[in-house]
């Protein structure tokens, strides 16, 4: 059946087109742009009101329990809550219970999120053998089976041999590498970043300097084997600094950031409020600020919910014993309005890191309003007023930061390969 989606705002960042339009799906795909009131027909028609259609946002950084950690979230309420939020493709990250270190669990857990018949569902595969940093994992094999990226999440590989051959063995398939830089000897132990905050509060911390260390390491190492390197999450205006020079220098480095740090900073810890104990630690103002002006200027190619369900009983805890990390597959369109709204920072250039920028990283159709595109859409008001209420939230945890904060921006309808998965 064709679906038309006519009298739309289109926002495609792939093409900087913001204007009046429709568009054509048959078969799932997209077969047909027209920009301005050209009349557009099909077997089922949206009229979608002059709501904002744009592609259906691509999250590289999402974290479920599945397999392992059913409890925290399986793929099918990580699945849900993506639909919700508009987010139309997920990247599971390599950390669950087996990790995803062979093809076999690649394999898994695309097959298991293909049958629930939600969202995409992309693995990225472990870098080394069950993240443990010490013996490199089967990344030709897991590229083949389809996975997206190489990563340990948040375990650093501390061993500067390793991840050089890890970098050199990549190069090999063109694969993309991703560490998310911080000193381990500097950080460990730490759940603030060190200053007059994390002294009054009593807090284990770490100086913001471990992140730029370890990215000057990562980036040598860049250097010597000419890898595809994502600085995955990163949060301080120092390593912002590092990143762009290593860009002068012409290196193939791409950054994402969690889109908490680029709505709060450390004071949103407040009394020891553990739904803001994330890793890595919310930062000084003066690098949430340094953040958006990356966004803003196209540093940053990727915007994640870096979403890490925790339950109750592991954040109702002293705020240096809480589990790190916060869901927000549902609230990642909203929160990242804020920088539109609030920021002034142009609708394309916000969707852009959401959509055609991690396509574009990751070697995706997805993420563009073209013919022969994928059908993965989101329709959604910009200005409608949310309040996020965690309990609502379709994860099965609801750790959100964002809990009771006032948002703009609504979900109406997401588009997967031209089904409807969600709509108000």
């Given at each position: 059946?064709?679906?038309?989606?006519?009298?739309?705002?289109?926002?495609?960042?792939?093409?900087?087109?913001?204007?009046?339009?429709?568009?054509?799906?048959?078969?799932?795909?997209?077969?047909?742009?027209?920009?301005?009131?050209?009349?557009?027909?099909?077997?089922?028609?949206?009229?979608?009101?002059?709501?904002?259609?744009?592609?259906?946002?691509?999250?590289?950084?999402?974290?479920?329990?599945?397999?392992?950690?059913?409890?925290?979230?399986?793929?099918?309420?990580?699945?849900?809550?993506?639909?919700?939020?508009?987010?139309?493709?997920?990247v599971v990250q390599p950390d669950t219970d087996p990790a995803v270190d062979d093809p076999a669990m690649v394999d898994f857990i695309q097959r298991r999120?293909?049958?629930?018949?939600?969202?995409?569902?992309?693995?990225?595969?472990?870098?080394t053998k069950g993240r443990g940093g010490s013996r490199m994992a089967e990344i030709g094999l897991m590229h083949e089976a389809g996975a997206l990226y190489f990563t340990d999440g948040d375990h650093v590989i501390a061993d500067s041999r390793v991840l050089s051959r890890v970098m050199s063995y990549a190069t090999a398939f063109n694969a993309l590498i991703a560490c998310r830089p911080a000193d381990p000897w500097l950080s460990e132990g730490a759940v603030a970043t060190s200053g007059e905050l994390a002294t009054r509060l009593g807090l284990p911390s770490a100086p913001a300097i471990a992140e730029r260390i370890q990215l000057e390491r990562d980036l040598a190492l860049v250097e010597q084997t000419g890898v595809?390197?994502?600085?995955?999450?990163?949060?301080?205006?120092?390593?912002?600094?590092?990143?762009?020079?290593?860009?002068?220098?012409?290196?193939?480095?791409?950054?994402?950031?969690?889109?908490?740090?680029?709505?709060?900073?450390?004071?949103?810890?407040?009394?020891?409020?553990?739904?803001?104990?994330?890793?890595?630690?919310?930062?000084?103002?003066?690098d949430r600020r340094a953040l958006i002006e990356a966004v803003r200027d196209g540093l940053i190619e990727a915007i994640t919910s870096a979403h890490a369900p925790a339950p109750a009983e592991d954040k109702r805890r002293p705020?240096?014993?809480?589990?790190?990390?916060?869901?927000?597959?549902?609230?990642?369109?909203?929160?990242?309005?804020?920088?539109h709204h609030e920021e002034g920072i142009d609708l394309l250039d916000v969707l852009r890191p959401l959509t055609e920028g991690p396509a574009s990283l990751l070697g995706l159709e997805a993420g563009r309003l073209a013919p022969g595109a994928p059908a993965d859409l989101v329709l959604f008001d910009p200005g409608a007023p949310v309040i996020v209420d965690a309990d609502a939230?379709?994860?099965?945890?609801?750790?959100?930061?964002?809990?009771?904060?006032?948002?703009?921006?609504?979900?109406?309808?997401?588009?997967?390969?031209?089904?409807t998965v969600h709509a108000l």
């Open positions: 059946m064709s679906l038309a989606v006519v009298n739309a705002r289109l926002l495609d960042p792939a093409s900087d087109y913001d204007g009046p339009g429709a568009v054509l799906v048959e078969d799932g795909v997209i077969t047909l742009v027209e920009h301005g009131g050209a009349p557009i027909r099909g077997e089922q028609v949206i009229d979608a009101g002059g709501l904002c259609l744009t592609p259906g946002l691509i999250d590289i950084r999402v974290r479920t329990g599945e397999p392992g950690a059913e409890p925290k979230e399986t793929l099918k309420s990580a699945s849900l809550a993506a639909a919700a939020g508009g987010v139309t493709t997920i999120g293909a049958a629930l018949g939600l969202v995409n569902v992309r693995a990225a595969g472990a870098a595809r390197f994502l600085v995955d999450q990163i949060s301080t205006e120092g390593a912002l600094e590092v990143l762009a020079r290593a860009r002068g220098r012409g290196l193939e480095v791409a950054a994402s950031v969690s889109i908490n740090h680029l709505c709060f900073n450390e004071v949103d810890i407040g009394d020891y409020r553990t739904f803001y104990r994330l890793d890595p630690p919310l930062r000084p103002e003066s705020f240096a014993e809480a589990a790190p990390g916060a869901v927000g597959l549902e609230t990642l369109l909203p929160a990242a309005l804020t920088l939230l379709r994860s099965k945890s609801k750790n959100s930061p964002f809990d009771g904060r006032r948002l703009q921006g609504r979900v109406a309808r997401t588009v997967v390969a031209g089904r």
